[in-house]
């Protein structure tokens, strides 16, 4: 399979981890909430079967929204947001790792290099001494 070329979409047979099963994308509640398009969005690996790895958002979300994302970000269907805005069409196909926005005053979409998708937080400790090992696994 040749790969595609650098800001290209994948063709429909070159579907990999990162692009099936997930339908579901996490969207800002402000799209919604104040009717907002979407401005910025980036795609992280997926964290369960249903997640596409997408984040979309209208650029006017505070940190403190931000926090909260259980109540600010909504799972919604791509497919319904392709409905919603039809530029997102060929966007949704792009692999883990690309972020995109379009200011107000921008007739399109532009690929961003220099946003530091976020992670995941996880606390982990490393240790090559056996003894504290093995303190830790019988906790």
């Excluded at 402000?30 to 650029?59: A, C, I, Q, S």
């Excluded at 972020?99 to 992670?119: C, K, L, M, N, Y």
């Excluded at 937080?121 to 504290?132: F, L, S």
């Amino acid at each position: 399979m040749r790969r595609p070329e650098v800001d290209q979409t994948l063709p429909e047979d070159a579907e990999t981890n990162q692009t099936k099963n997930g339908f579901l994308a996490l969207v800002s509640r402000l799209v919604f909430d104040e009717t907002l398009p979407v401005r910025f969005m980036y795609k992280t690996v997926p964290e369960h079967l249903n997640d596409t790895g997408w984040r979309m958002f209208t650029g006017y979300e505070t940190e403190e929204f931000l926090e909260n994302e259980q109540v600010n970000l909504v799972p919604m269907p791509v497919e319904k947001m392709v409905e919603m805005d039809a530029s997102l069409k060929e966007l949704v196909s792009y692999n883990a790792g690309t972020v995109w926005e379009r200011t107000p005053e921008a007739e399109g979409w532009e690929r961003v290099h220099d946003f530091q998708i976020p992670a995941p937080k996880v606390d982990v400790e490393i240790t090559n001494d056996i003894d504290i090992f093995k303190k830790n696994r019988d906790e």
